[in-house]
């Protein structure tokens, strides 16, 4: 009898340690701090994946992403444009107040300007809270030393400086080389940390490489915290496949190419998920503007939206955004509230703990209550800025256009007074503007926002676009 008490007492202390284990573990779990993922297109279509709505491209991985997260459908770009974009994304602010935007649009292999030192990204916030950070893709914010990731608060970093159709060597018209590729046209480096390594870069191979790299940084930094800046360099022309995926798709060489995404995508899920972070990581997967359309088919899709890429009509800057955490994001959801790509940054500090910088003007809102289904988005406008002028403001469910101008186009900018409005809850597409007489009230709110608004960036610095 003393025999099985001793038994009993070693088998309940034995359970005891075991549950303390596991609940010092999911203590430990519940304490720390969440890992942050932002998958980024370059010139991907509002309507060229299928959970947003198109016929033949197959989309599994991020269609499955949606079926698990959030969806949501009024994201906006902070820019038309790679350059200014991807600036906005990374620093929380309209690229005109750091100087991210300028008459030659975006940054070039002869530029030599790109983002300063004095700029504050999002690497650089949650590396003051212990984050592991890497970017792997397109940079495109200044392919000079002191520009590079490396530079930005970023530990580690591979990818190419800027678009992959620039340093072209083919001798044939721009165009024509785009449209026809072959990899040897593009001189365009690889970069791993501030070393080139090859170039031309082996466009055929540089999705799969990507996201070799980007699964080895999560696996390596599987007990956190870390952030992974996953900028892609397609569907951007010119356009690669590899073996794999090459005239696969019923969408032509862009499907080819998007579905290789999709593929990436999915080997980033089936990473976190493998190593037990998938309700720890936040995974945002969007675009930073629309689809480039002069390049026809073998350019995206806006879907139901008015123009792309270059324009300031909703084609050009609302973008297909899905966010994933199980447990965190409601499976399932779909928000057609406003939000941009700027508040990742007011979202991420948030939830990291980090304090959004307090010495200059911020365009960034936390997303963390809306993206758990819990509370409206906080932002209530959004400026629409082509190079260094304001051509339109979101307000609610209204847009309000001052100039319009077709991207590709030779026609000269129109300037709208009063300004073309629309009701973008009925007419998304931008196709029926609405009676100024019928709606002085929000004619009135549109003006008063675009001078509060461009006082607040009087005093905006030189263009690093234009630099010579």
Known sequence: ??????????????????ASGELEAAAVKANRLPNFVVIFCDDLG?????????????TPNLDQMA??????????AAASVCTPSRAGLMLGRLPIRSGMCGKRRVLFPDSVGGLQESEITIAEKLKERGYATACVGKWHLGHHQQYLPPNHGFDFYFGIPYSNDMDNVSGLPWQEGVKNPNVAYFNVPLIRNLEEIERPANQLTITQRYTQEATKFIKENK??????YFPHTFPHV???????????????LYGDVVEELDWSVGQVLKTLK????????????SSDNGPWMPFDEQGGSAG???EGKGSTWEGGMREPTVAWRPGFVPAGAVNAEMCSLMDLYGTFCSMAGAEAPQDRMMDTNDLTATLAGNGPSPRKEMFYWRDTRLMAVRFGKYKAHFVTQDAYTKEPPVEHDPPLLFDLEVDPGEKYPLKPEEHQPQVKKAQELRATHLASVADAPPSQLDRK
Do not use: Q, W
Not at 67 to 76: H, N
Not at 238 to 252: I, N, Q, V
């Open 304 to 306: 139901l939206l008015r």
């Open 223 to 228: 007990d956190g915290p870390f952030f992974l």
């Open 238 to 252: 010119p356009l690669f496949a590899s073996e794999k995926f090459d005239g696969k798709s019923l969408r032509g």
């Open 1 to 18: 009898m003393r025999r099985l008490n001793v038994f009993y007492v070693m088998t309940l202390l034995i359970v005891a340690a075991f």
């Open 67 to 76: 079926a698990e997260g959030m969806k949501l459908t009024s994201c906006y």
């Open 46 to 58: 509002y309507g060229d994946l299928g959970c947003y709505g198109h016929p033949t491209l197959k």
């Open 274 to 285: 493998e190593n037990g972070l998938a309700e720890n990581t936040l995974v945002v997967f």
